[in-house]
């Protein structure tokens, strides 16, 4: 197996004691992650003084493939090959694990993405080993609401989908962070992002990067 030098931090510190300092966010398109995230480094920086290096997985991949010229937008990213998702992907999970070097980090990304043939694991072996999370927070809303903030956001091009597969992803999304935690030993976290209640979940999100 190759060893990288994060990898090889991490054992050797989790040897003296647990020292993992990564947390990763995740939930379907549109729940929230990225305003939750900035919500809850503003939080741990104002209480705490603490500063919060958060490491966009889908803008790593972004660089890469908008590089190459196989998309104009981040959204596009979902429909390439799936085998160009998985190449890019690799390269991302690498960049990442090598930049996560600060004492509290967050990872914000997906489990799951709706590609053009099922869906593609966003977090597997491969990926999550070299990054060693504490948690993996899953952040969930009422479908319905989720199928609102897509369509009034017009910063991006999520797809639209009726309330009921958006739920089905949700549970779906949920066996994923599972399968996450059994990889890694992180523990699960599922924390809610109610309509206009961004600051509850953020207050929550801030305590797991707390801990
Ligand atoms: P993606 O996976 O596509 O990056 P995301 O999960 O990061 O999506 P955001 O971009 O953070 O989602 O949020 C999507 C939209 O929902 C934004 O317009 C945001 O302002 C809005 N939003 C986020 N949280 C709430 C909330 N609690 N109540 C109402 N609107 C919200
Ligand atoms: P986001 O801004 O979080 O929606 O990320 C933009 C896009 O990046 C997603 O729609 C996916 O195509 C891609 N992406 C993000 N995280 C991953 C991942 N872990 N594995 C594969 N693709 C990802
Ligand atoms: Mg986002």
């Known amino acids: 197996m190759q060893m990288t030098e994060r990898s090889i931090r991490v054992m050797v510190s989790s040897q003296m004691s647990e020292a993992r300092n990564v947390v990763i966010v995740t939930g379907i398109p549109g729940v929230g992650k990225t305003t939750v995230i900035n919500s809850a480094v503003e939080k741990v ?116 989908q009726t309330a009921q597969d958006i739920q089905v992803h949700q549970e779906m999304c949920r066996a994923a962070a599972v399968a996450v935690g059994t990889l890694t030993g992180a523990t699960v976290r599922i924390i809610k992002n109610r309509e206009g209640k961004v600051e509850e979940a953020a207050s929550e999100l801030a305590q797991t990067l707390m801990e």
């Open 45 to 160: 920086k104002t209480d705490h003084g603490e500063d919060v290096l958060v490491l966009n997985f889908g803008t790593e991949m972004f660089e890469v493939a908008s590089k190459a010229g196989l998309v104009k937008d981040r959204d596009e990213m979902r429909k390439m090959p799936t085998a160009k998702q998985r190449e890019n992907q690799k390269k991302a999970g690498e960049a990442i694990a090598r930049k996560a070097e600060k004492a509290r980090v967050i990872v914000d990304t997906h489990t799951l993405i709706q590609t053009n043939n099922g869906y593609l694991i966003g977090l597997p072996e491969w990926v999550v080993r070299a990054i060693s999370p504490k948690t993996v927070v899953l952040v969930e809303a009422d479908s319905e609401k989720i199928a609102g903030r897509r369509s009034n956001d017009p910063s991006r091009a999520r797809d639209a």
